[in-house]
C-alpha cells in the first residue's frame, strides 16, 4: 500500500518542517510514503527527510526538458532538489491550469526518462457523475494520460507508475465516494492498465483519493484494487496521517 500527502499550496515553510519531522518518527513498513511538497520546499523538507524511508515528490512538472518557460519546473530540477516521484494531472491543474491528459502523458514520460517515478491522478465531476460519464471519462482520461511507452507485456516501467483516482466532486469537500463506487471504479481501472509480461510483475498500484481521513480510511483500504490513499487535508495534519498510514499497515497485514 502507498499513502501519499499531497500538501499542495498549503503549509507554512515552518509548518512544513514540523510535518515532515513528525514523517520521520517511525517507519510504517511495509506500507510506503510519499510526499508532495511545494516545489520551493523540496530541498528544506529532502534534509529534514533525510535517511527515513519517506519519498518525497514535486507536485508538477513540465513536459521539456529545459527550456524559456518561466516559473515552471522540469523533471530534472525536481530530481535535484531531492524529488524521487511526480504527481501530475491532479484535478486542480486540470482545472485551473487547462492541463490536457496528452499533455499529462508527455510529462510522464519527460519524468520517467528523468529517473522520477509518476502519479497520475483520474476522476470526474460531479456533472460527469450525475450524467453518467464517470466511468467512462476516467477511463478516457487513463489511456489518454499513461505514457505511450507503457505498452502491455513491457514490464520496464511498472513499479514506476502509480494512478490516483480522485473524483473531483470528493476533493476537499469531506464527501467520500461510496465504498461501491471506489470499488466500481477500481475494478475499471485494473481492467484498463497495461498488463504485465507474464503476469510476473505487481499491477500498478491505484490509489483512492478525497477526503480520505482516519475515521474512513479502514473502509477504503478494504476496497479490491485500492492500493493506497492520497491524502490532502488530512496530510496536514501529522497524527491524522499516522493513523491512516497505521490503518494502511493493518490492511497489509490482512492480505
Ligand atoms: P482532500 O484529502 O483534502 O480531499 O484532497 C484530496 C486531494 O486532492 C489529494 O491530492
Not at 6 to 18: C, D, I, R, V, Y
Request: hydrophobic residues 45%.
Amino acid at each position: 500500500m502507498i499513502i501519499a500527502g499531497n500538501w499542495k499550496m498549503n503549509p507554512s515553510l515552518a509548518l512544513a518542517g514540523q510535518l515532515a519531522n513528525a514523517l520521520t518518527v517511525r517507519s510504517f513498513e511495509p506500507v510506503t510514503r510519499i510526499l508532495f511538497a511545494p516545489h520551493p520546499y523540496l530541498v528544506p523538507i529532502s534534509v529534514r527527510l533525510g535517511g527515513s524511508d519517506v519519498r518525497l515528490g514535486g507536485q508538477d512538472c513540465h513536459q521539456d526538458l529545459s527550456g524559456a518557460h518561466t516559473g515552471d519546473v522540469s523533471a530534472a530540477m525536481l530530481r535535484d532538489c531531492g524529488a524521487s516521484v511526480v504527481l501530475l494531472g491532479h484535478s486542480e491543474r486540470r482545472a485551473n491550469h487547462g492541463e490536457t491528459s496528452a499533455l499529462i502523458a508527455a510529462k510522464a514520460a519527460q519524468a520517467l526518462a528523468h529517473d522520477l517515478d509518476v502519479m497520475i491522478c483520474l476522476g470526474e465531476t460531479l456533472d460527469e457523475r450525475r450524467a453518467g460519464l464517470a466511468e467512462q471519462i476516467v477511463i478516457d482520461q487513463l489511456h489518454a494520460s499513461l505514457p505511450t511507452n507503457l505498452p502491455d507485456g513491457d514490464d520496464s516501467l511498472h513499479g514506476r507508475v502509480m494512478i490516483a483516482y480522485e473524483p473531483v466532486w470528493a476533493i476537499g469537500t469531506g464527501e467520500v465516494a461510496s465504498v461501491d463506487d471506489i470499488a466500481a471504479m477500481h475494478q475499471a481501472i485494473a481492467s484498463e492498465l497495461p498488463k504485465s509480461q507474464n503476469g510476473h510483475k505487481a499491477p500498478l498500484p491505484i490509489l483512492y483519493g478525497g477526503s480520505v481521513n482516519a475515521d474512513n480510511a479502514k473502509a477504503i483500504f478494504a476496497i479490491d484494487h485500492v492500493g493506497g490513499a492520497l491524502v490532502g487535508g488530512a496530510s496536514l495534519d501529522a497524527t491524522a496521517f499516522d493513523s491512516i498510514c497505521e490503518l494502511a499497515v493493518l490492511q497489509m497485514s490482512k492480505s
